[in-house]
């Protein structure tokens, strides 16, 4: 029998509680975790058809398109696409980059970075699911891995049997195959750099440079273990695109969407459901079976969702089974998603100010760049005043001043200018290797596609130079086309 | 150090427990390869430390297993350099002066070479590209004080002016006001004679034609009876606009009575012939030579 005044003495004794938890009542939250293996399933479907397509194109053009050839005439390479490291020139098709003109290439990459935030504003994470390179191999190597070790349950109770011949030849076919693909993308990246046909024969003879076993032996390597072992880690943990991609979507871009309105609540299929008190996710974890980052959509957009929408082909083939409408998971912009749940009309809003901000900075970019190569000519000049000495006394008084004139012949003949200055009066010219005297005007010549430098003196006689400094500009003037260029520079005097 | 673990409820997934201005982060576990990589950047830099130079000693330092030295690559690279460079030494070397500036790739070589001899050799008295200073004279005109054909600068440069090598140019102007040669007034006169044979008007027309007789019995002999100058004696030619010592009155006075001679090292010791040949051709092609 209890003591009832000794429980009445500890009941009225004020007592805290600390606020602590001890060691085993603390969840384990280790730093680390290993990685949870993705089994992704099969499935047929319109999404899947378009991945498939986006897929067949995108490497058709990468593995194909070095081989294009394009007639520059005898001494230039002929091939379409050429980054001509050693020669100092990008080639793309009739358009021909010289290394100061490589602000061509910063557009380019300006407009694909401007297209893709408008892409993603209107349409989600279609890049993601659809056009990186990641996904596009990873997908690849997937196909290659069902096609060898079968679909989803039987590369798992594969990976979960114990080592046999079968394993070993799947794994080591698989393996095979996957390396070969590596090297064949490897290979076609050096094509870019180098001649594809000349590029494939040294290789396979030895014959290429350090350098071309280097970086075939690299991008094997990267595209092997990014494709084949790392997957959907890189999207998780290495790239940078998921984590801005909250920056780029807004209430009104299509983004895969689970309609939790319809869906919930969510529970397993029983004989003759009541359809008007349940939601018609059936719980069949389809949707997170095909997902190749293995996520639940359910739970929302996240960062690892990369926007594929297998899903929608996995729930819609569910649906239909059970007699269900279809697009439980769907594309739809947040807004629509919110209109649909209270019955409102829906609208697919793609001209908005985001997007159309995007489109007029990408036109204005395009506009300038198309501007820029229309008018790029095929002759530059440079022209370089003297630093010491800045001006020269000759011996009957006249004042001489000497620069350097580099000509930029980019026509594949050798031509000849035609140099004059304006804004002197009575000027002589004279330039070394080409005349000892001092002429009225210089012909110089310059290469094919190259450059010619020439130290050129002009003479001017005492009493026309009046000024300290004068401007002038020389005027170069190709013989051949009539073509010309200048640059403004300055002539000094006492 | 948080007391509580925290759930997001939205990801079920742990926060770190603090919180800024209302936002809270999510604690998600890295993953173990994460982890592996960063391990393996440790026993790789571990690999680093022994086979490349690493840790200073008291006296000096861990030289590494490899022993490379940068000072090494350095001197094989510069090897390497100058055996790319041989081709063109060697037909700068054979060919002479006046071959090279014919023959455009050896031309262009030989000035690339010429020039950066000058900025180290000459550039300190005559100025960086020939420009001059005061009583240096600019080698970028076409007035030679000893002559400005490509022997003739070869020699200047190999021998120097005024200097204790056996073969040195060497001349000498007398000192007419202060070894008393002239008096002051006929030195004056002389000056202003001077003056008439560049075409320039002199402050006193009378005492430039009493100065043409002192100028033919005194000065004609070296300078030239119209003031040509001789260069084979390094005599400066009067009849032009270039004055080294100054073009005024009272400075062609001072350099009659007590004139400045320049002296110029001999480079022949210094450089080697090949080298000597390129400054040749350099200081030939800025503008002047002849």
């Known amino acids: ?494 | 150090m948080p007391t509580k673990i925290e759930k997001d409820s939205l990801t079920g997934r742990e926060t770190t427990g603090h919180e800024w201005d209302g936002i809270k982060e999510l604690n998600n576990p890295l993953p173990r390869w994460w982890l592996y990589v960063f391990y393996g950047t440790i026993a790789w830099s571990l690999v680093w430390f022994v086979l490349y130079p690493s840790w200073p000693w008291i006296d000096g330092y861990f030289e590494g297993v490899l022993g490379r030295q940068e000072r090494q690559v350095l001197d094989s690279r510069m090897a390497q350099a100058q055996a790319a460079q041989a081709q063109y030494l060697d037909a700068v070397a054979a060919a002479s002066p006046a071959e090279i500036l014919e023959e455009p790739q050896l031309l262009t070589f030989a000035l690339a070479g010429g020039e950066a001899a000058f900025a180290d050799n000459c550039a300190p008295c005559h100025g960086l590209g020939g420009a001059g200073q005061a009583q240096y004279p600019v080698l970028a005109d076409d007035d030679w004080i000893w002559g400005g054909t490509l022997d003739a600068i070869r020699q200047t440069i190999a021998y120097g002016i005024r200097n204790e090598h056996p073969q040195s140019r060497f001349s000498e102007m007398p000192a007419y006001g202060a070894m008393n040669i002239l008096g002051r007034e006929e030195i004056v006169d002389v000056a202003n004679h001077v003056l008439t044979l560049s075409g320039s008007e002199p402050p006193d027309p009378a005492a430039a034609d009493r100065g043409a007789a002192i100028y033919e019995a005194q000065c004609s002999a070296c300078h030239g009876a119209d003031g040509g100058g001789m260069t084979d004696l390094g005599a400066p030619a009067l009849n032009d606009q270039i004055w080294l010592y100054g073009g005024t009155l009272p400075e062609i006075v001072a350099q009659i009575s007590q004139p400045r001679q320049g002296a110029m090292p001999a480079w022949a010791p210094r450089l080697d012939d090949t080298m000597i040949d390129m400054l040749t051709v350099y200081v030939h092609t800025r503008g002047g030579g002849e």
């Open chain 1, 1 to 494: 029998m209890p003591d009832s005044n000794l429980e009445r003495t500890v009941q009225s004794t004020q007592v805290e509680t600390e606020d602590v938890l001890s060691r085993s009542e603390q969840k384990t939250h280790s730093l680390f975790a290993g990685r949870v293996k993705v089994y992704p399933q099969k499935i047929k479907g319109t999404v899947r058809r378009w991945k498939w397509a986006t897929l067949v194109v995108l490497l058709a053009i990468y593995y194909l398109a070095p081989w294009i050839r394009w007639d520059r005439g005898p001494d230039a390479p002929d091939q379409a696409i050429l980054v001509d490291i050693p020669g100092r020139r990008l080639y793309f098709f009739f358009i021909e980059i010289w290394p100061q003109e490589v602000y061509f290439l910063t557009a380019l990459l300006v407009l694909a970075a401007l297209g893709l935030f408008l892409v993603t504003a209107l349409f989600g994470r279609v890049w993601c699911g659809f056009t990186c390179p990641q996904t596009v191999w990873t997908d690849l190597f997937m196909w290659v891995e069902r096609l060898i070790e079968g679909d989803r349950n039987q590369r798992m109770k594969l990976d979960r049997a114990p080592l046999s011949l079968e394993k070993v030849a799947k794994k080591g076919a698989k393996h095979a195959v996957w390396l070969v693909i590596a090297l064949l993308t490897g290979g076609a990246w050096i094509m870019y750099f180098q001649d594809a046909p000349r590029f494939v024969v040294a290789f396979f003879t030895g014959q290429s440079g350090a350098g071309a076993y280097f970086f075939v032996g690299l991008f094997t390597a990267t595209t092997y273990l990014l494709a084949g072992w790392a997957r959907e880690q890189v999207c998780t943990y290495m790239c940078p695109w998921p984590r801005f991609q909250a920056a780029l979507l807004d209430e009104d871009s299509l983004v895969v969407t689970y309609e939790g309105w319809r869906g919930e609540p969510r529970g397993k299929l029983k004989k003759n459901p009541d359809w008007s008190a349940r939601g018609d996710c059936i719980e069949c974890k389809k949707c997170v079976a095909v997902c190749p980052t293995g996520i639940d959509i359910r739970d929302g957009i996240q960062l690892e969702c990369i926007g594929c929408g297998l899903c929608i082909d996995a729930c819609n083939s569910v649906m239909e089974k059970i007699g269900r409408p279809r697009n439980l998971i769907t594309w739809d912009s947040e807004n629509n998603q919110k209109a649909r749940a209270e019955g409102r009309p829906t609208r697919l809003r793609l001209l908005r100010a985001r997007s159309l901000a995007y489109v007029a900075v990408l036109l204005v970019i395009v506009g300038i760049t198309g501007v820029g190569l229309a008018g790029r000519s095929s002759l530059d000049v440079n022209v370089t005043h003297d630093r010491n000495p800045l001006f020269v006394t000759l011996s009957d008084g006249a004042i001489r001043n000497g620069y350097e004139v580099r000509i930029l012949n980019k026509t594949r003949e050798d031509r000849d200018y035609a140099l004059t200055v304006e804004g002197l009066q009575d000027a002589r010219f004279m330039a070394i290797g080409v005349t000892d005297d001092f002429v009225d005007q210089l012909v110089l010549a310059a290469p094919a596609d190259g450059v010619a430098a020439y130290q050129v003196y002009v003479t001017v006689p005492r009493d026309r130079v009046t000024q300290q400094q004068t401007d002038v500009r020389f005027v170069i003037e190709d013989l051949a086309s009539g073509e010309t260029d200048g640059q403004n520079e300055v002539f000094r005097g006492p």
